[in-house]
């Protein structure tokens, strides 16, 4: 993925594109996207959560998405 802000391209997994792609909905924390994201991945909504958060925590550090405070 290519980052147009930074000028930075990423090689990201399968996972991170999902996050993102149901991130180009609007803003949203690791629970609601697992919840939307569990039928898609065989998993329970609270650990893909987890994972979820992990994987949000990486992009930010990638500047492809942003903490906001609630």
């Known amino acids: 993925m290519y980052n147009d802000l ?15 792609q149901a991130l180009r909905a609007g803003p949203a924390d690791a629970a609601t996207l697992a919840a939307g994201l569990a039928g898609r991945f065989e998993a329970d909504a609270d650990e893909l959560s987890a ?16 903490f906001s405070p609630c």
Do not use: K
């Open 6 to 20: 930074s000028g930075n391209t990423h090689l990201l997994d399968g996972g991170a594109i999902d996050v993102l």
């Open 51 to 66: 994972v979820i958060d992990d994987m949000l925590a990486g992009l930010a550090t990638l500047d492809l998405v942003e």
